[in-house]
């Protein structure tokens, strides 16, 4: 659906989304975060440059130990699966 | 709400999320390609990583572009209300 200021809804689409950003709720804290600066009415455009460098930074940074647990998690199911009765310990955090 | 797999769900925080992204298309598609990429099954720790340094850049390149219109708009806004018989005219991309 389009309207006038160009913006768009795809219901099927921002449902994934956020079934997405439920598993991840530290990545739904650094989107609201870079959403937020984009929107801020202060700061200098150096300023602003400079706290979403920050911001995505840190956004990698979750995002790759987000990888790492699912991949983790992906690779303890691989296991279960070839060895039925393996037990995987779970790692403590 | 929490469930057992530590999953929260605020609709108030979900719903203004997807108003801002309905106004941010270009931000919703890079948050997309990055929640991708943490659930990537395939790709070494070092591909993830490489190709996630490059998301949140370019995620970040279109934040400050979201940045920068939108403290264009409240300027021609701000001269629109100072001056109301003033014209402002509108940028064209």
Redesign the interface.
Known sequence: MQTT?????DPQ??KQ??E??????E??ER??A??D?????SGT?DQ??EW??AE??R??NK??Q???Q??EE?AAEDLRQKTPRARVRKKRP
């Open positions: 200021h160009g913006q768009s809804s689409r921002e989304l956020l997405k950003l439920r598993s991840h709720p990545l739904l989107f609201e870079i959403l600066l984009t929107e801020s009415p455009a602003i440059e979403l460098v995505v930074r956004l990698g995002a790759m987000a990888w790492a699912s991949a992906q």
